[in-house]
């Protein structure tokens, strides 16, 4: 098989699927990309055997055929090339031959038939939406994610769709990131899937901030998305996803309404003192004033008053700083609104702008 | 002071003698426990018959396959090595709670409160020893002195199925003629630097200072300054915390890529924090072991200024470390992470985090 290709249009796809490809491989036709070629697309996949990544390229091709390239060297080889090269992809056997100019490398192939597909996905729902919308809905969300939690099932993100809304909810058992978005969607019974940590990384960086269409397709064990000239499919954490209807608090309790900004300003400026690890501090509510305290091992304290309009009870109340500000970095908003019931109980967070998202936080003893 | 009677219990090539007894028809030939021969692994344990050869534990397979064709080699049991090591366990409380265990086949007793033999540590070692082997068939050996470091040297002087007595008469001359090679704690660097510091036997090293040991050796100075004399206060510890947590692999093939070996020392950083967290314990010691591909093995540590459990803390600590080795030079075979210094996160008591979930619904 023999065919040449435009740089960029070879780098573009590569880029693309690069990151489903990983670092340290247990097969080795893992470390490699399948291409394939029929007279006018031109496919690349990479897969880790948990998310496939596809990527087209639609144009004449002078050769059809099927070959295994290691990815990353073949992409590094496309970087280091200069911009609008042609290149020369030749396959003999299990060598393959890459030139451009006056550079030639051969490159190791593996027979295309050692490239693991993912197993056929059924699908069992499907809808359309923006890919700004999905983006946002996932941006807003993912940041509150567990980490390698033994609960397996809080490694990644829930999307739930039913009723005309797709809702991504995350948590790691401490905070939980709720967001929902009205769709263009029929199904009436709620359908709820885990797409995991990697997957939603990987899906977040293919979702472009466009009103283009991303077709979504659930099944029992699959995620798929389609895009005009790419396709992401992850298999899915099977587990049952907490009930987060049961921890989201109420609307009611000491309210505090306060710019975002300000807020967030207050909250780092505390956080310099607060203890590396547990990242703790104080919030202390009186009348009209909002108090931060953070005190580190050492016995440094930082304190920070900000007035505020507040009229419920006096509260004194242990918090993450993180937590809290990496809520307000999801959004925008001038306002946030924080309801806090007491020192036991959750917090919840909201933007007025903005009330499709609720973030819940539970707060610390100190 | 009243002088201690200490007994050091040795089982004689533990993992092979159980292989032995449990496939008689292996009695009699060399068996070598540990990694197949083609395997990267290394040798456990061998038994006597094997270590005519010259293998010895911690030797590569494929070293010992090369030196002794014939061999039989064994994969691990450990979960019946441990069965037997509860049985061995077992035999100790029946003499007394004082029992320190080293490892699944060595452990150390205090007996010098005993009345049994009129409080004869000799035949107590010896009557230990025969219900050991009425127990489990197999061979122990034991070193019985006045102190923890002496029993130890003591019960590999009589290998195996034997023992030895360094009473505390002997026991400064005793030391004197041994070379430091054989002191317990001294490892080859060490003796390496003593030889270069021209102290090859116990006398040598009696005849350094204590600041001219604090020179050479730091912190231990004082430990070589007793054994030297002969001393030894450690007391048999019974229940020991785990003095540190650690990870390590071999790695399929050579690798001299700094990269690549950062991406592994990240797997083992989580790995040796998860059950830092499972123990809901921190460290503050953060060690590096690398052996290299001509088997040379080094380790590296840093001291942290407090208790961390601090994954990405960790990982940035041992990239540090990897700039004290050859790593990115030589090709690496084996990596492995660990943390010592254990202890309770004092501040976690006066942090909880509160959880959305209660843990049984969920």
Not at chain 1, 81 to 87: R, V
Not at chain 2, 205 to 224: D, E, V
Not at chain 2, 253 to 273: A, P, R, W
Request: glycine share 6%.
């Amino acid at each position: 098989m023999k065919f040449k290709i435009l740089r960029e249009d070879l780098l573009t796809p590569l880029q693309h699927v690069i990151g489903a490809v990983e670092k340290r491989q247990t097969l080795p036709a893992l470390a490699n990309v399948l291409i394939k070629l029929n007279e006018n697309q031109l496919t690349i996949t990479a897969t880790d055997l948990e998310i496939e990544m596809v990527s087209v390229i639609r144009q004449m091709m002078d050769a059809t055929g099927e070959i295994t390239l290691p990815a990353r060297k073949l992409l590094d080889i496309c970087k280091s090339l200069p911009d609008e090269s042609m290149i020369n992809i030749s396959v003999d056997g299990d060598k393959a031959t890459i030139q451009s100019g006056r550079s030639r490398f051969t490159l190791a192939t593996l027979p295309a038939s050692d490239f693991p597909s993912l197993d056929e996905i059924s699908s069992v729902h499907e809808f359309t939406i923006p890919q700004a919308t999905l983006r946002s809905l996932m941006e807003k969300t993912a940041f509150s994610m567990a980490q390698q939690d033994v609960r397996y099932y809080l490694n990644g993100l829930m999307l739930e769709v039913g009723g005309g809304i797709l809702r991504a909810v995350a948590t790691d058992g401490h905070r939980l990131a709720y967001c929902e978005k009205n769709i263009d969607d029929d199904l009436i019974d709620s359908k709820q899937v885990i797409i995991p940590r990697k997957g939603v990384g990987e899906l977040l960086r293919l979702l472009a901030d466009s009103d283009d269409e991303i077709k979504v397709i659930l099944g029992n064990n699959h995620i798929q998305c389609e895009m005009s000239d790419q396709r992401f499919t992850s298999k899915l954490i099977d587990g049952r996803f907490p009930d987060y209807t049961r921890v989201i608090p109420a609307e009611e309790g000491n309210t505090v309404i306060i710019e975002r900004e300000m807020l967030k300003q207050a909250l780092a400026r505390t956080s310099i003192l607060s203890n590396e690890k547990y990242r703790g501090i104080r919030i202390i509510l009186g009348p009209n004033l909002l108090k931060l305290q953070a005190q580190n091992p050492d016995q440094e304290e930082a304190d920070v008053e900000v007035e505020i309009d507040y009229d419920g009870h006096p509260l004194e109340v242990g918090f993450n700083v993180n937590y809290m500000l990496e809520v307000l970095n999801t959004s925008k908003n001038d306002v946030v609104r924080m309801i806090i019931k007491d020192a036991n109980s959750s917090c919840l967070m909201q933007f007025p702008d903005d009330e499709e998202c609720k973030y819940v936080i539970m707060p610390m003893r100190l | 002071m009243q002088r201690r009677k200490i007994i050091h219990i040795d089982m004689d090539a533990f993992f092979a003698a159980v292989e032995q007894r449990d496939n008689p028809q292996w009695k009699g030939k060399p068996v070598i426990v540990g990694g197949m021969p083609d395997s990267r692994g290394v040798v456990a344990t061998c038994s006597y018959e094997a270590r005519k050869f010259g293998i010895h534990s911690a030797m590569s397979s494929s070293r010992a396959y090369k030196l002794c064709p014939q061999g039989v080699f064994v994969k691990p049991r450990i979960s019946d090595y441990q069965q037997v090591s509860r049985q061995i366990h077992s035999v100790f409380l029946q003499y007394t709670d004082l029992v320190e265990p080293l490892s699944l086949d060595e452990a150390y007793l205090d007996v010098s409160q005993l009345e049994l033999f009129k409080g004869s540590a000799t035949l107590i070692a010896e009557d230990i020893r025969k219900k050991i082997f009425q127990k489990t068939a197999l061979t122990a050996s034991a070193g019985i002195s006045y102190n923890k470091f002496l029993a130890k040297v003591a019960s590999d002087m009589n290998k195996p199925n034997g023992q030895f007595v360094i009473t505390p008469e002997q026991g400064e001359a005793f030391v004197a003629q041994l070379p430091v090679g054989k002191f317990y704690g001294v490892g080859k660097v060490t003796e390496k630097k003593m030889h270069e510091h021209k102290i090859f036997t116990g006398a040598d090293l009696k005849n350094k200072s204590l600041q001219q040991l604090g020179r050479l050796f730091g912190k231990s100075a004082q430990y070589y300054f007793d054994i030297a004399r002969g001393e030894d206060h450690r007391p048999v510890v019974t229940q020991r915390a785990r003095k540190s947590i650690g990870s390590e692999t071999t790695l399929q093939s050579d690798i001299k890529d700094e990269n690549e070996i950062k991406h592994i020392l990240q797997l083992l950083t989580e790995e040796v924090c998860v059950s830092l967290r499972k123990k809901q314990l921190c460290a503050k010691t953060i060690n590096l072991k690398v052996k290299y591909h001509d088997f040379e093995q080094i380790t590296r540590q840093t001291g942290l200024d407090n208790y961390s459990c601090d994954e990405r803390l960790f990982f940035n600590v041992l990239c540090l470390l990897l700039k004290k080795t050859q790593i990115g030079k030589k090709p690496v075979r084996l990596l492995g992470v660990s943390v010592s210094d254990l202890g309770a996160d004092v501040l976690s008591s006066s942090f909880v985090q509160l959880s959305l979930f209660d843990d049984k619904g969920d």
